[in-house]
Structure formats: structure tokens, C-alpha cells
């Protein structure tokens, strides 16, 4: 048990836990036997339904949490209510350094908000940001910040690049990460003097670690030719999810468009179509920025969804990416 | 022809201009023949291809115009090129009445630096904001600012909101349009001070004019609950933008998905998706806030979407766009 990787997992968050969770867990070790869960939840509740799922239960250590924050809460009424929620207590086992990695499909702002207080920031990081994988024509990429911070400086925007470059090698390359800026244009005079500065102070400095690519427009994100997209947490909000609603969109309408007659003649491909655009493969946002990784799944995926969310957080820990993180940012800091 | 809706076009900008300019004025009469069209462009090219078109040609008037701003030059440098360009001279057209609208598949930015030299705001307003059509679940939304304005004020986005409204009447109902400000949350307490501040003086101000609906986030921009979305510049442009480079992906991997025994039983299926989905009836970007209306088709688009902007024009001044803002604005300020 001692190679393997420490999740302190929130079983009590999201759409449909805990089953969707202990039946992530389930898939997960049908493909690696690599990690060891500390579920935090409500103890007898878990203890049923582990009993279920033998097969399970040898990679699983249970922790009593009487209390549980609502998905539809306050973040700060959520943080409040109480250390003795499965949240807070499944973040609080990062800080002891008895888990390596925190895991929870609960409320996303409750959750900034418990690793704000109960985990210090990297040195030199005063705002953590929160970054979420994208499809691509070649893959995935990495787009942060998504809404942990609603204004940022350029000190803010350099140190996403760092932090977004330490992810992307933790989690599908050691190549020099592409990054660019996201803007309304590609001309140096595009955008406001927030996203100028920072320009220059990532033209300036001679990277190492990451190669700047200058300025990228909202059509171009998902192209592939950029690794490390870097923007305030605000505008990366409004991009994720006037994304995800697009995507929503034109399927319902693919839906409507098709007869059951070339549904079935189209069945094979449509579903090599939906297999490629699975939400579910790029599910899991990663905290970036304190001294443990927190990685949020998505509060509605499913139990295939959270399995993916649980091979994110063994690569993150696997790849050291804290330490990856901070030799970014004294490189930048150089 | 007195009573014809009188469009001034600039004839020589956008890819494939003149050609795709006078095409798309002859489909255009295939459905009405209540514009006339002013062509500010080459005389001996336009007169040229006019002859080979003479169907067309009892509906235009052809006004030498020498010079052309190129589709990649910078706004300043092609604004301030000449006094004898085609778009310049049809711009200018509005300022002396001589027309009733302006109409350019040319360089966006300079479109929106010669609207702002050459015609007066409405009084009131002091930022015009572009405004685009978007497609939804049920027909279409207009979005704006889409990329006018970078920085934005409570006062500016107040005023987006009255003339989202009226383009909205305009174009597709009188009904009272439901207004939304693009946010990261729906909660009061959500997103940036100016937000809050633009919030509480919709909230505030008992409109009749539009129905104010409050936050709305990004993945609800097309679930067509909402018909005006106000935003500033800057971020309307990363939404626009993001939108179109999903889509964009999303197609891309439907077609590769597609083998040619499905593409050949979903055929049917697939134009008519492909037909809800076509950009080029949501071709047509409108700079609101002047004295006169100025469209912007897209630069890319073919003879059909050009046709589509010529309708959106007619709509524009049958429906007195302009006094419709004006009222707007009396209501905001009384």
C-alpha cells in the first residue's frame, strides 16, 4: 500500500454519491491497481454498501464525516458549516500529508473556498486558479483559470502559465508546453493592459519551461496547436461553459435532425462521434497553486466520469506536479 | 424607388468582393424587390460585371469610390488610408441621408473607426456596441457588445441592454424581449462590481420596454430562454468566438466519424442539421448606437449570407431601428 497513490475522496458530493463513486472506484481498478482510496462520508451509510463490493473493499479505508455540504449551498455557507463535513475533511487529510491527492464531485465554490483555508499557497503563488482539460483536433489542452478568480493582475496570469505548463507536462508530455494567452485578436495591441503586460513579461522572460506563443482567439482554442491556454477567471468561465453550451446545442439538434432509419444506418459512426466528444473523458478540474493538489469532478458525471477523474489524480501525484510547479515559478522568478 | 429601403454597399470589401456582393443582391431580389442598392466601388469593375448581370442592374447605382481598405490591414491605418475609399464613401452616404443603412464585408475594425468619424452617437449614448444574431433552441438571440468596446462601464452596458432590445423588435418580435447580463453565476452576489452595479439598475429601473431576467451564464446562451444577452467587448467577443470554434470542432469530428454508407443514408439527415446550423443565416453584425445603422457582414461568408444581411438591413430601417433605441434610452433615463 505504501507505492501506491493516497485520494482522500469527498464520497458524499455530487449527483448520485456515494454509489456513483464507489462504482468509480470499481472501474478505475479494473484498469490499475495503482491507488488507495480514504473515503470520508457517512460511515454506516458507506460500510453497506462496500459490503457489496468486495472486491473493493482491500483498496478502500473508510472516515466517519457526520455532515455532508449541499450541492446548491453558498460556497461560504457550505465552508462554514462545519469541519465535520466530507469535504473539509477529506481536504484537511492533504494538509496532515495522510493523503496525497483530494478528490470530490461536491460544490465547486465550497470546495475553493475549504482548500483556501486549510491549504497554504506555493511560495510566490497568491492566487490559486482552477484549470479543466479540452478536447482538441490532437488531443486535450489545458485552459485555466475557470472561475477561482473573478480578477486577476498580470503577476496572477504569468503565474497560470506556470502552473497550466506544470499540468500539462504532469499530464500527457514532458515537451515544452505551447502557450498562449487567450484575446479578442493576435496583434500586440489587442486587449486590455492587464493582458499587454503580461505579454511582455512572458515575451521577455526566456522561458524554459514553456514556449510563448503570444496572443490565441476563442476559435482557436480547441484547433491543438496550443498546449496552455491562460486566462482570468472570469473570461474562462464564460468560454468553458458558452463551450459546453454550444456542444449541447448543435448534439440536440444532430439528435432532431436524424431519422430512426439513419440513426441506424449511422449507428457505428455516430457513436465513434459521441465516444471522441465524451464529456466524461475530459471530466475533472485540477486546483492549482496550493501546497496539495484538489482536484473537483463534475458534480452531474457519472460513475465512468468519476473513473477518470480518479486516473487525473494518480497522474498528478505520480508526476510530482507541485514540485514540477515550483520549479516554474523560480524560473520565472529568476 | 422612392420607397425603397436605400442600402449603401460597400461593394469592394470582404474575400471574393465585388462578385460575391452582386450575387447576393440578385438572390436577394429573387425574394423582394423593396431595396435599392448603392455601390461605392470601382466604376469600370462594378460596370462590367453589372452588364453581365441586367436584372440587377435597374436596382443599383454604381459610385466610383478608387481606393479599398484591405481585410488584414489595422483599423487606424485603414480608417485614416482615404477619403476615396468604397467604405469610407458609403458610410458617408448615412451622414448626408442619402441612404438609410451601410453594408460592408470588409475590415471590421475599420468599419466601426470610420462609423465613429463620421456619424454622431445617439444622444445618450456614449459607446456603440456591435450586436450579432445567435441561434437557439427556438429561433435566435442577439449578443452584444461583441468586441466594439473592451472596457465597459454600468452605464455603457445599461445602454446595450436598450438597444439589444430594440434591434431585437427590429428584427423578430414586438413582443417585450427578455433581457440577461452574461455572468459566471446566477447569484446576485456573482461576478465583478460592474456587474452588480449594471444588476441593480436593471433590477432597479421599472422597464417597459424589456423584461430584465437577471445573470445568465454561458452554457444558456442558445437554450432560447433569453432574447437580448448583454455583455462588454471584450468578453462577448471570447463568447462569440468560442462558440464558433466548438461548433467548428464539433462538425470536423462528425464529418470524420461519418463513413460514406452513413453519409449516404443520412443524408436527408444531415442538410437538414446542417441547414438549422448554417452560419450564413446568422450573418450580420450590427453597430448600434449611432445615428444611422451600420452592418457587418462576414468577411468570409458567400453570396447567400450576404443575401441574409441585405434582409436583416431591410428589416432594420422598415422597423425604424433608430427611434426605437431613442425611445429606449428616454424610458432608461426618465
Same mark, same amino acid.
Given at each position: 500500500m505504501t507505492n501506491k497513490v493516497k485520494i482522500a475522496i469527498d464520497a458524499m458530493g455530487g449527483e448520485n +454519491?456515494?454509489?456513483?463513486?464507489?462504482?468509480?472506484?470499481?472501474? *478505475? &481498478? /479494473?484498469?490499475?491497481?495503482?491507488?488507495?482510496?480514504?473515503?470520508?462520508?457517512k460511515e454506516d451509510l458507506l460500510?453497506?454498501?462496500?459490503?457489496?463490493?468486495?472486491?473493493?473493499?482491500?483498496?478502500?479505508?473508510?472516515?466517519?464525516?457526520?455532515?455532508?455540504?449541499?450541492?446548491?449551498?453558498?460556497?461560504?455557507?457550505?465552508?462554514?458549516? +462545519?469541519?465535520?463535513?466530507?469535504?473539509?475533511?477529506?481536504?484537511? *487529510? &492533504? /494538509?496532515?500529508?495522510?493523503?496525497?491527492?483530494?478528490?470530490s464531485a461536491g460544490n465547486t465554490g465550497a470546495l475553493l473556498v475549504i482548500s483556501r483555508v486549510l491549504l497554504k499557497t506555493i511560495n510566490g503563488i497568491s492566487k490559486p486558479a482552477l484549470a479543466a482539460l479540452w478536447p482538441n483536433q490532437t488531443n486535450m489542452n489545458i485552459v485555466l483559470d475557470l472561475g477561482a478568480n473573478i480578477e486577476c493582475n498580470e503577476k496572477n496570469l504569468t503565474d497560470f502559465a506556470c502552473m497550466g505548463s506544470a499540468l500539462y507536462k504532469s499530464l500527457f508530455s514532458n515537451n515544452i508546453p505551447k502557450i498562449a494567452l487567450l484575446n479578442v485578436g493576435l496583434e500586440e495591441y489587442k486587449g486590455n493592459d492587464i493582458l499587454k503586460k503580461t505579454f511582455n513579461i512572458l515575451k521577455e522572460n526566456k522561458m524554459k519551461n514553456f514556449d510563448f506563443k503570444g496572443y490565441i482567439e476563442g476559435n482557436h482554442i480547441m484547433d491543438g496547436d496550443i498546449d496552455v491556454v491562460v486566462t482570468d477567471g472570469f473570461t474562462g468561465n464564460i468560454a468553458l461553459k458558452t463551450a459546453e453550451g454550444t456542444a449541447t446545442f448543435i448534439q440536440n439538434n444532430l439528435k432532431k435532425s436524424l431519422n430512426i432509419f439513419s440513426m441506424f444506418f449511422s449507428y457505428n459512426s455516430l457513436k465513434k462521434f459521441k465516444d471522441k466528444l465524451d464529456p466524461r473523458k475530459y471530466n475533472g478540474a485540477i486546483f492549482l497553486g496550493l501546497q496539495a493538489p484538489v482536484v473537483k469532478s463534475h458534480g452531474a458525471t457519472d460513475a465512468i466520469g468519476f473513473a477518470h477523474s480518479i486516473n487525473v489524480c494518480n497522474k498528478i501525484v505520480k508526476a510530482n506536479l507541485i514540485e514540477k510547479i515550483e520549479t516554474n515559478l523560480i524560473t520565472v522568478n529568476a
Open positions: +454519491s456515494p454509489d456513483k463513486i464507489l462504482d468509480g472506484i470499481e472501474i *478505475s &481498478l /479494473k484498469t490499475s491497481k495503482d491507488n488507495f482510496f480514504y473515503l470520508y462520508g460500510k453497506n454498501k462496500i459490503l457489496k463490493k468486495k472486491e473493493i473493499s482491500k483498496f478502500c479505508e473508510i472516515i466517519n464525516a457526520e455532515d455532508v455540504i449541499l450541492d446548491d449551498e453558498s460556497p461560504l455557507s457550505g465552508a462554514k458549516k +462545519s469541519k465535520k463535513t466530507s469535504m473539509w475533511k477529506a481536504v484537511e *487529510s &492533504l /494538509k496532515e500529508k495522510e493523503t496525497d491527492i483530494s478528490l
